[in-house]
């Protein structure tokens, strides 16, 4: 697997992925996702991150965030991940990494590539064959939309509206359960290597934009195109086992 990238570029929207150690089920339990949550809340709001997807799986994290001028994302994550470790092994009496070394990042551009990367969250616990449907999976942002909180709110609809053209939180909520047709489904649950590994995900122009903000630390790369889509990557991206089937939570006992 590539070394996890973590370039950030002030404005963009970014696709962070984490697993736990060894792929263990550290998240589990209802319980340690919702602390994760809890953290979540907290780090967005000190470090002005604004968050417009998420799913806590039973080893592995997904956020599709966006920051400001005024946003630290590097120190965002610094927070959130870490006071999730703490706890848990103050709480378990554990010693030793909660979660893999790197975290990865991917800048996703404003438009259908946004729709299918937050589709593409979305899906992950179907695509492992624990629940049916993402509605079934609390710890997610999917959940928070159809079930818009009071207090605490982890979304920011107004962002997300923004970046997808969309008018109200009503008619995201029709729009996202219009995502889970058959035929989409059915898309979705194949994994897909260029959300998780690629630098960059979008038009050719979106991504010679980000190779030229990233300069010499995109030298190497090169833009290509994957299925559908272009990406900014080293190589074409096949999905080599990521999140492989024995460790995913398809596999809980």
Same mark, same amino acid.
């Given at each position: ?7 950030? &570029? ?11 150690? /060894? ?20 780090? *967005? *709001?000190? #470090?002005?991150?604004? !968050?417009?997807? @998420? ?9 599709? $965030? ?10 965002? +994550? ?8 703490? =706890? #848990? ?10 979660? =893999?070394?790197? @975290?990865?990042?991917?800048?996703? /551009? ?9 589709? @593409?969250?979305? +899906?992950? +616990? $179907?695509?492992?064959? !624990? ?11 999917? #959940?928070?939309?159809?079930?818009? %909180?009071? %207090?605490?709110?982890?979304?920011? @609809? ?7 053209? &969309? ?15 058959? *035929? ?5 649950? =194949? ?9 960059? !995900? ?7 934009? !980000? *190779?030229?903000?990233?300069? $010499? ?12 889509? #272009? ?10 086992? &990521? ?8 596999? &809980?006992?």
């Amino acid at each position: 697997m590539p070394r996890a990238n973590r370039y950030f &570029i002030h404005g963009n929207i970014w696709h962070l992925t984490h697993r736990c150690h /060894e792929k263990d089920f550290l998240l589990k339990f209802g319980r340690e996702r919702r602390r994760w949550i809890h953290w979540l809340f907290q780090a *967005k *709001k000190r #470090y002005r991150i604004k !968050v417009l997807n @998420y799913i806590a799986t039973c080893n592995h994290i997904h956020l599709l $965030v966006m920051d400001d001028s005024k946003g630290d994302i590097p120190r965002f +994550m610094q927070l959130l991940q870490s006071r999730t470790a703490q =706890e #848990y092994n103050q709480l378990k009496c554990r010693k030793g990494a909660f979660w =893999e070394d790197r @975290y990865h990042a991917t800048a996703i /551009e404003s438009d259908d590539h946004l729709m299918q990367c937050m589709m @593409y969250i979305s +899906m992950n +616990m $179907v695509r492992a064959g !624990v629940i049916q449907h993402p509605i079934q999976w609390k710890d997610s942002g999917f #959940y928070e939309i159809q079930n818009p %909180r009071k %207090r605490y709110t982890i979304i920011d @609809y107004p962002s997300l509206l923004k970046s997808l053209n &969309i008018n109200s939180i009503n008619q995201l909520q029709l729009i996202q359960n219009e995502w889970i047709t058959d *035929k989409t489904r059915k898309h979705f649950l =194949e994994r897909d290597g260029k959300w998780t590994e690629a630098i960059a !995900v979008g038009n050719p122009p979106f991504l010679e934009e !980000v *190779k030229q903000q990233l300069d $010499v630390k995109a030298r190497a790369r090169s833009i290509h195109k994957s299925g559908e889509d #272009y990406i900014l990557a080293d190589t074409e991206i096949p999905y080599n086992n &990521i999140f492989d089937t024995k460790n995913d939570s398809s596999s &809980i006992k």
